[in-house]
């Protein structure tokens, strides 16, 4: 549970950033889709989005923006909004916080975006401390480890049936090593929750 639904300790170290919105008399989640944009996953979650009228949000990583800037301009065509997920993919705590930095501004140079999300979660207070000043830092409330190769894509979606609640931030991934995965337990987590009485809302980008 720890990965899938941060526990609240964990969300208290980061008081500036979104891991949940809340909404009074009805039931909204949003979506968001991490380590895009790749040719071989990003259209076919965008067609799937449209199937269903669903807008969502995408932390890009600049790097696959840099390889792939047409997959970026189809996401803000059909309306979706988009985030800073560093150049690189770097892990803060992994990196002295100037590369880091520096990363988070060389993808920004390519994507542009108040949005910023960090790479696996985390990064430092310092870090933190100095992006919360430039972006709107978004964490998550539930996590559907699609990336995982110990996991089906049926535990996939039991993570969505399990974890989802009103104003959960879910995270997928729309990346090669989530594909599998992904195929399986999006459409079926889009019409589970279209069934449960969810709406589906894009994070602001203001």
């Not at 993570?159 to 990346?175: A, C, E, M, P, Q």
């Amino acid at each position: 549970m720890f990965i899938e639904q941060p526990p609240l300790l964990y969300r208290l170290l980061f008081p500036e950033a979104l891991w949940r919105i809340k909404h009074k008399g009805h039931k909204v989640v949003y979506l968001t889709f991490d380590d895009g944009p790749v040719p071989e996953v990003t259209p076919w979650v965008l067609d799937l989005l449209d199937e269903y009228g669903i807008k969502a949000t995408f932390f890009l990583v600049g790097d696959n923006v840099r390889r792939s800037p047409e997959l970026f301009e189809e996401i803000k065509r059909r309306g979706h909004s988009w985030g800073n997920h560093t150049m690189h993919h770097l892990q803060g705590m992994k990196v002295p916080s100037p590369r880091y930095m520096r990363d988070i501004t060389e993808a920004d140079y390519l994507i542009g975006s108040s949005l910023f999300r960090p790479p696996h979660g985390l990064l430092r207070w310092t870090q933190a401390a100095c992006i919360k000043h430039h972006y709107n830092i978004v964490m998550y409330d539930l996590v559907t480890r699609d990336y995982s190769k110990k996991l089906t894509g049926e535990e996939v979606l039991e993570n969505v049936k399990r974890y989802t609640r009103n104003g959960s931030i879910i995270v997928f991934h729309d990346s090669l090593k989530a594909e599998r995965n992904l195929r399986y337990a999006l459409p079926l987590a889009l019409k589970w929750l279209k069934d449960q009485g969810y709406e589906f809302r894009a994070m602001p980008m203001e």
